[in-house]
Nanobody, 117 residues
């Protein structure tokens, strides 16, 4: 079993920055992929960004150039640096990891990000 603890959300004004963190612990063989999703009430959960074990990254078009995903493999931690935040970035952000040879996936509990003046 793998536990994820994500943190770093909060209230920020448009144009501001936040950094989300997610630490994985437990029975981890190796982590294939780490990612951040977000969800607005009444809408489907959306992939924001992911990073592979090789360090390859990918982003949804709406955050390219503003968000940066990174990972500390030694700490099994993934980060999401969010700059130039917009009101439309307001959502609950969820950490996601895919672990081991069976590619089992796990979710964090979610952290609220609110961008408002």
């Amino acid at each position: 079993q793998v536990q994820l603890v994500d943190s770093g959300g909060g209230l920020v004004q448009p144009g501001g920055s936040l950094r989300l963190s997610c630490a994985a612990s437990g029975s981890i063989d190796y982590i294939n992929r780490m990612a951040w999703y977000r969800q607005i009430p009444g809408k489907q959960r959306e992939l924001v960004a992911y990073i592979t074990s090789a360090g390859f990254t990918n982003y949804v078009d709406s955050v390219k150039g503003r968000f940066t995903i990174s990972r500390d493999s030694a700490k099994n931690t993934v980060y999401l640096q969010m700059n130039s935040l917009k009101t439309e970035d307001t959502a609950v952000y969820y950490c996601y990891v895919r672990v081991g040879p069976l590619a089992t996936h796990y979710w964090g509990q979610g952290t609220q990000v609110t961008v408002s003046s």
